[in-house]
């Protein structure tokens, strides 16, 4: 079958001279493009409308702009607004920065270390994230000091993955992911004893390891708000060095790129980003693995594109799994990404087998 | 072990450069100097004389271990040397710009891995460079018509502007070489480094690459490629035989593919013939 492929394709290619079956032109992206938005504007109106009380898409819409009109004149909201603005929104705003920044540095590390199965996971920054936010919880420290523990925690947990790693001046991928899978199992077991010890807010941190967006207010989503845009942007402005990465470390060095600088830029970032998403929401498996290979797909490798992109997929995907949650008795996002996720990563190990 | 060191390449007559360039003062060469190069524990590159000047196309040659890719590495300033210095253009390699010297030096890696679902045209472009990038990472000048007209350049003279948008996962291994070809070229290097560029090809493609890149050599480009195969890398102007890191014999084709060479650097019996025009390595046995 593959061969018939082939052979047909090389017909094609000797009587048209431009095959354009597969071709990706801009022009063929724009379309994509506004459907993920809509898909992603969908999301967010299903999401606010739905729960105890339904309210209609049309309803949302006028709320949400009601909302923007007050904000400047401190006006009172009345009625479902409230709910929109002051319940359901926050949640919504939450899943979105979690879904983007988990997608995004999913994106960045799979380019960066040149791996299929790379994550926000590897390297064990998320895991180090988790644990300082549970520390924090534990210790009842002060809930907008929550990220910075988590983000402390996250570098720390790359620190010592990438000395773990470290081959004189280099660090080479396959060590790398050994050495960050083998931090992420101790700093998770940490967190499980915190956990088990800390009977009185037991409740609260397994929710928050098992990923929940339950506890999101108004306060957290500015807390974490420019960890996220600093992480992401970093990364962003970084596409065109990570295109050039994919050629290889030597093509890369010899066109100018330094390699180590920019593995150790994209980590840092990365780290800064993970930390944002698993601060208040606990860890959410499979979004930032899954997502990037979605687009990849449809959009192209190109991390220029490729990277915003993800972004908006991942935030429209985990908006949905958190309403999927919310609504049946799967209860918690993180159950539900990794319910969705887990088969599709057995997929891509059986594609990446066949190939 | 052996005498014959510290030999220069020489080779007989430097075609004329045929760019519209005035001719400038710098010797165009790149050049190894007493070069001593060190990968992991041991020296794998000892006391290398060469010159490779442009307009020629010299193959590296010499058993697995000799020092070939070490060689390169080092010619192309990824590795530091031990001892020596590489010249570019008549000027230590460790004094040019980032920038500068990623134009100038193009490298084309062995078994280079290009993105699957990335486009050819794309691909290609990469090749333009981030020498001038913000600390090498992030692009500050804006994409031009030069950029434009150099990827479009590059994709003709490797005959892969056909499919220049098709995706990089359809393509054969032979079409896959020459669009790395393409990447190195669109930086218009004046010096192309190649590791293997036929390894894991069939003959005919084998012989494709090396006919687009005696193209470019016929252009002005000095070519170094290391090669395996004795009977392709007879088809290049120069050959520098290495063995244990150590230049053993250099020059032409007819003075490096020797029996005796051979027998010292390969531990093989090999008879070498003269087959229209060409020399033929037959091993024995």
Not at chain 1, 19 to 34: E, F, G, Q
Not at chain 1, 51 to 61: T, Y
Not at chain 1, 81 to 98: A, E, F, S, T
Not at chain 1, 316 to 343: E, F, H, K, M, N
Request: some cysteine; glycine content about 10%; charged content about 15%.
């Amino acid at each position: 079958m593959v061969g018939g492929e082939r052979e047909n394709r090389e017909v094609l290619l000797l009587t048209t001279v431009h095959d354009s079956s597969s071709t990706l032109p801009p022009r063929r992206l724009l379309p994509r493009t506004l459907a993920l938005l809509a898909v992603l504007l969908a999301s967010i109106v299903l999401a606010v409308g739905l729960g105890s009380v339904f309210i209609p898409p049309g309803e949302v819409l006028g709320a949400l702009w009601r909302g923007l009109l007050s904000l400047g004149s401190r006006a009172e909201l009345s009625g479902n607004d409230i709910i929109v603005w002051q319940i359901r929104l926050p949640r919504v705003v939450m899943g979105l920065i979690v879904g983007a920044c988990l997608s995004v540095c999913g994106a960045a590390f799979q380019g960066v270390f040149r791996n299929p199965l790379a994550d926000p996971y590897l390297l064990g920054v998320a895991s180090g994230g988790a644990l300082g936010a549970t520390v924090g919880i534990v210790a009842g420290w002060p809930r907008s000091s929550i990220p910075l523990s988590a983000l402390a925690f996250a570098l720390a947990a790359v620190g010592t993955t990438l000395a773990l790693s470290r081959e004189g001046r280099r660090f080479p991928p396959t060590r790398l992911i050994l050495a960050g899978v083998v931090v992420g199992s101790v700093l998770s077991a940490f967190t499980t004893f915190l956990i088990l010890r800390g009977e009185d807010r037991a409740r609260q941190v397994l929710a928050y390891t098992l990923g929940d967006l339950g506890f999101s207010g108004w306060r957290d989503v500015v807390t974490v708000l420019p960890y996220a845009v600093i992480g992401c942007g970093v990364l962003m402005a970084l596409a065109r060095a990570l295109d050039t990465l994919q050629l290889g470390d030597l093509t890369a060095r010899s066109l100018g790129v330094p390699v180590e600088r920019l593995r150790l830029l994209v980590v840092l970032a990365a780290s800064a980003a993970t930390a944002a998403a698993v601060a208040y929401v606990g860890i959410i498996g499979f979004v930032g693995l899954v997502v990037p290979h979605l687009v990849r797909l449809v959009w192209g490798a190109g991390h220029r594109v490729l990277l915003p992109v993800s972004a908006v997929a991942g935030a429209a995907l985990l908006v949905l799994a958190d309403l999927l949650s919310r609504t049946t008795i799967l209860s918690q996002v993180g159950v539900v990404t990794t319910l969705l996720g887990g088969p599709f990563f057995l997929w891509l190990l059986a594609r990446g087998r066949s190939d | 072990m052996t005498e014959i060191q510290d030999i220069q390449i020489q080779v007989a007559q430097t075609p004329e450069p045929q760019t519209a360039e005035p001719q400038s003062l710098e010797p165009q060469t790149l050049e190894a100097r007493a070069l001593h190069v060190r990968a992991g524990t041991f020296t794998a590159v000892q006391d290398v004389n060469a010159t490779f000047p442009a307009g020629v196309f010299t193959a590296v040659i010499g058993p697995n271990g000799a020092g070939k890719s070490t060689l390169l590495r080092a010619l192309l300033g990824l590795s530091t040397p031990e001892r020596g210095e590489v010249r570019l253009l008549g000027r230590r390699l460790a004094d040019w710009p980032r920038a500068a010297r990623a134009q100038t030096l193009a490298y084309l890696a062995q078994g280079e891995g290009l993105p699957d679902t990335a486009q050819v045209r794309d691909v290609v472009a990469l090749g333009r460079g981030a020498g001038a990038w913000r600390w090498g990472l992030i692009p500050t000048r804006p994409w031009t018509d030069a950029d434009e007209f150099a990827v479009t350049d590059a994709l003709t003279r490797t005959d892969t502007l056909r499919f220049e948008h098709r995706r990089v996962s359809e393509l054969s291994g032979g079409e896959r070489q020459r669009v790395s070809l393409a990447r190195a070229l669109a930086s218009q290097p004046r010096f192309l480094l190649l590791d293997e560029p036929t390894n894991h090809l069939d003959l005919a493609y084998a012989l494709d690459v090396i006919r687009y890149v005696r193209c470019e050599v016929a252009g002005g480009l000095g070519v170094v490629a290391v090669l395996h195969d004795l009977n392709l890398a007879a088809r290049a102007d120069a050959l520098l035989l290495l063995h244990e890191g150590r230049v053993l014999a250099a020059g032409s084709p007819a003075e490096v593919l020797t029996p005796a060479l051979l027998h010292t650097a390969y531990g093989i019996q090999a008879q070498v013939i003269r087959h229209e025009g060409r020399l033929v390595v037959l091993p024995q046995g």
